[in-house]
């Protein structure tokens, strides 16, 4: 099966899997059309940041500034957007994140200071900039203040007219199934944001170019074996500056995201980690478009479900963690591997017996569903992952051997 | 090369990087529209005894924190989860001490070693993930500060008591209390009494790095993996160690606080000590009197500059970008003087050669 059909697959079995635990638990919020749109607008920023990450680690950078450069992103979106406007207000979303990106590169790639240690005075850096750069900015304009923007003009958004009422309608009916796919079609078809279709494209275009042309290739021979593409003459620095600041580029778009879509304008700690779980997208897809799609609409779910009727959504949910790892437990108890079988096991039994005892989860705990999915995907799944053999590695022309 | 300028290449780094930091700085301000030389003269100018004592206090916590930090940058090991087992920590031994199950002075060593073991206990999560799993440190102890922070907010409501809209643990006995002390004299405000374990941290943290077997094999892992396995290092093993001690000294951070000012923890707890750690210990290239000194370094200029605001009319903000450029430039720096050192070397040698060839023409 190639890898197109298989991921189709594995969202139909989601939607199935989603729609008996709804029909079981009575949580009808679960999967209506207001929590996939939740879901989604959760999604995107986590799918950009973590494309930005594939594009930089796909050049044997690895980026853990990519919170920073989101940080810059929503700043500039701030500024920009209020004078000029949503589009305007994209590209200098942009080129602050690439300021940020440009700095990331100029470290590692030309210093080659260690990738993490930059990566984490980035962050300093961006969070300073922006905290001092509000105030400057904002705390003057009416409506705005030394820690948020005045509310910015939203990008358009499409609405496909006879579709979105009728699956409006089904989704309401809470029929098995029908209702979820309703649900989920009117979220992509009513109030469509511009900015989530550019993100989408942006994904898909990254993957035909990394992936499907001779510029991809040679991106990805840096990542792979830079003193290989060294010897074929490829620039190894050239790609990597390049490949680092287009990372910056699509966490700047993240970091916009967040500020015109998903909320009403700038706000600082507006990114709240979703840099780092960008990432985490990006390494539990497997360092692949794809992959790290997979992983971002699983972690936008997550934060979707828990923004709406937290409590009892995400108390849902407990019962098909519960039961999903307890299949998966069983099926790797079969493959002979007991570590995995054991942890998935204690925790899927963890989360049925918190299940049946509780009503709802409490705030404090929907707050930690992205971060503890995060870590419950990567403890599970790491050892079927494959970086690229030189990430994190430090290259300088003509030393390796 | 000779010492003189071996010493004067090792000193360059950091001036270098204080400069680039300190123009840095300055054009973000006339970017901005500020003024430099308002921030530089407030920045500069003396401290009053009170701030003497507020640098003090700031400096232990920081040292505590940057020495977390290091204890696994030594090993290559990027434990950014200070934060969250400072939070953890702090928190356990809070409501241990408030419980007052041990009787004055014993209640506190009991609470410190109890803060301690949190403090562990939360980094032996990502230590586990690593070794069992493989999962990078990096990314789960980002995980883990984050569900610390929402963790330790629920377990507060369920323990703690509501004081006005926050929640508080209970107030540690006070026979408990670990008595402050004047730095300069006549002056009120005074130094924690628990600043001191900094000391202590300190030393051991020198001693274990450079005198026992733990340390070589820390610091021989940290330097090449390969080696350390080749020379009988188990690097699993050594990787939960480090990472629990790691987490071990990040759970003392809460500690002079505690016991010296709030007595409790509540909604006041000091936020991003172990985000500065991280810098503190970048800054102080994970060396003990590095990072004293880097922690000195940023506990200055966080108080100095917390008058701008009002004097001078800049966002104290500004501060943390000064920071934050200072630890990358420091680090871009230190490679900086790495390759030149090399060439020089390299250039030192060919001379040598070049010499003998000379002397060996002439001899025959």
């Known amino acids: 099966m190639s890898r197109g059909a298989r991921l189709w697959l594995y969202a139909l079995a989601g939607l199935v899997a989603l729609s008996v635990v709804r029909t079981v638990t009575g949580a009808d919020d679960l999967t209506s059309a207001g929590t996939m749109r939740a879901a989604i607008i959760a999604a995107i920023p986590i799918a950009l940041a973590g494309l930005g990450g594939l594009w930089s680690e796909r050049a044997g950078v690895v980026n853990i500034g990519l919170e920073g450069m989101m940080i810059l992103g929503t700043l500039g979106a701030g500024y920009y957007t209020y004078y000029q406007g949503p589009w305007v207000g994209l590209l200098g979303a942009m080129m602050f994140g690439a300021i940020g990106g440009v700095l990331h590169a100029l470290a590692t790639v030309v210093f080659t200071v260690d990738h993490i240690v930059s990566g984490v005075a980035v962050n300093i850096i961006a969070a300073g900039v922006a905290g001092f750069l509000a105030e400057v900015f904002f705390a003057d304009l009416e409506g705005g203040g030394p820690t948020q923007s005045p509310s910015l003009e939203r990008p358009m958004s499409i609405t496909v007219p006879g579709i979105s009422d009728w699956s409006a309608d089904l989704s309401a009916q809470r029929w098995f199934l029908v209702s979820d796919l309703a649900g989920l079609i009117n979220a992509l078809t009513a109030g469509l944001s511009i900015f989530t279709v550019l993100a989408l494209l942006a994904l898909a275009g990254t993957g035909w170019l990394l992936w499907h042309s001779a510029f991809g290739l040679r991106l990805r021979s840096c990542g792979e074996s830079p003193s290989s593409a060294e010897t074929l003459g490829v620039n190894v620095y050239r790609y990597k500056f390049l490949a680092v600041t287009m990372s910056g580029v699509f966490a700047g778009f993240a970091g916009c995201y967040l500020a015109v879509v998903a909320s009403s304008g700038y706000a600082n700690g507006q990114t709240g980690g979703r840099g780092y779980i960008g990432l985490a997208a990006m390494i539990f897809g497997n360092w692949r478009p794809g992959g790290l799609l997979t992983g971002s609409l699983l972690f936008g779910f997550t934060e979707g479900a828990r923004l709406r009727q937290g409590g009892e959504s995400v108390h849902a949910l407990l019962l098909l963690i519960g039961v999903a790892l307890l299949a998966l437990a069983a099926w790797q108890l079969y493959r002979a591997r007991r570590a995995v079988a054991l942890l998935a096991a204690t925790v899927g039994a963890g989360a049925l017996w918190w299940y049946l005892a509780t009503e709802a989860v409490p705030d404090s705990f929907t707050e930690m569903t992205p971060y503890v999915a995060t870590l419950l995907v990567l403890a599970l799944f790491s050892q079927r992952l494959r970086m690229p053999a030189a990430d994190g590695q430090p290259y300088r022309r003509g030393e390796a051997g | ?364």
């Open chain 2, 1 to 364: 090369m000779t010492t003189v300028r071996r010493l004067m290449v090792g000193a360059a780094a950091p001036a270098l990087a204080f400069v680039v930091a300190a123009a840095v700085t300055s054009v973000v301000l006339v970017a901005a529209g500020d003024s430099p030389a308002d921030f530089w003269r407030v920045l500069l100018s003396a401290p009053d005894p009170r701030d003497y004592v507020a640098i003090a206090n700031a400096t232990a916590v920081l040292y505590l924190s940057g020495l977390a930090a290091a204890i696994g940058f030594r090993m290559n090991l990027f434990n950014i989860g200070v934060e969250g087992q400072y939070r953890v920590a702090t928190f356990a031994g809070a409501v241990f001490a408030g419980q007052a199950l041990l009787p004055g002075a014993l209640n506190t060593a009991a609470t410190i070693l109890v803060a301690m073991a949190a403090g562990a206990a939360w980094a032996g999560i990502a230590a586990l993930l690593r070794v069992l799993r493989g999962v990078s440190e990096v990314i789960s102890t980002i995980m883990l500060n984050a569900i610390a922070v929402s963790l330790v907010a629920f377990l507060l409501q369920k323990v703690g008591r509501r004081q006005g809209e926050t929640f508080r643990t209970d107030t540690i006995p006070e026979s408990s209390w670990v008595p402050s002390f004047p730095l300069v004299p006549g002056e009120s405000s005074q130094v924690y009494g628990l600043a001191l374990l900094a000391v202590v941290a300190g030393v051991g943290f020198a001693v274990l790095l450079n005198r026992t077997r733990f340390g070589f094999d820390l610091r021989a892992t940290g330097h090449s993996e390969s080696a350390a396995v080749a020379s009988g290092v188990n690097v699993r093993r050594m990787v939960v160690y480090t990472l629990l001690l790691s987490g071990a000294v990040a759970g003392l951070i809460g500690m002079p606080e505690l016991f010296g000012g709030s007595h409790a923890y509540g909604s006041t707890i000091q936020t991003g000590i172990g985000f500065t750690g991280i810098a503190v210990a970048l800054l102080g290239r994970n060396h003990p009197w590095g990072i004293a000194v880097a922690a000195l370094i940023f506990g200055y200029l966080n108080q100095q500059a917390s008058p701008l605001g009002v004097t001078a009319d800049i966002s104290t903000e500004i501060i943390a970008v000064t920071q934050g450029v200072v630890v990358l430039s420091v680090v871009i720096a230190y490679e900086v003087v790495r390759r030149y050192r090399v060439r020089a070397e390299q250039a030192e040698v060919a001379r040598q050669l070049r010499r003998e060839r000379g002397a060996q023409a002439v001899s025959p």
